[in-house]
Nanobody, 121 residues
Framework: QVQLVESGGGSVQPGGSLRLSCAASGSILSINDMGWYRQTSGKERELVAVVTTSGVPEYGDSVMGRFTISRDDAKKTVYLQMSNLKPEDTAVYYC???????????????WGQGTLVTVSS
């Protein structure tokens, strides 16, 4: 079984920065996609950023130019560097990943438990 464990959430003032980390554990052969989504009360979960199999990062429109995603496949970890944070970035941030488990093509897709980011003065 694969587990995703997030860390790095917290409170920050507008204009500040935070770095989120998500580490995957378990019997993983390789990483397909790994990234971040966020959700606020009453809204659907939305894409923040993801690194796909191709290695090219993709970003949600609202974070383009302010957030940077990176992935360390050796550590099975994805990072989200968030800069120039705004109050509207306040949300629970969820790590999401799809992993290849064996040579037969078995995959696992799931979510972390979420970490709260609060941007407020």
């Amino acid at each position: 079984q694969v587990q995703l464990v997030e860390s790095g959430g917290g409170s920050v003032q507008p204009g500040g920065s935070l770095r989120l980390s998500c580490a995957a554990s378990g019997s993983i052969l390789s990483i397909n996609d790994m990234g971040w989504y966020r959700q606020t009360s009453g809204k659907e979960r939305e894409l923040v950023a993801v690194v796909t199999t191709s290695g090219v990062p993709e970003y949600g429109d609202s974070v383009m130019g302010r957030f940077t995603i990176s992935r360390d496949d050796a550590k099975k970890t994805v990072y989200l560097q968030m800069s120039n944070l705004k109050p509207e970035d306040t949300a629970v941030y969820y790590c999401n990943g799809e992993f290849r488990l064996d040579l037969f093509g078995t995959t696992w897709h799931g979510w972390g438990q979420g970490t709260l980011v609060t941007v407020s003065s």
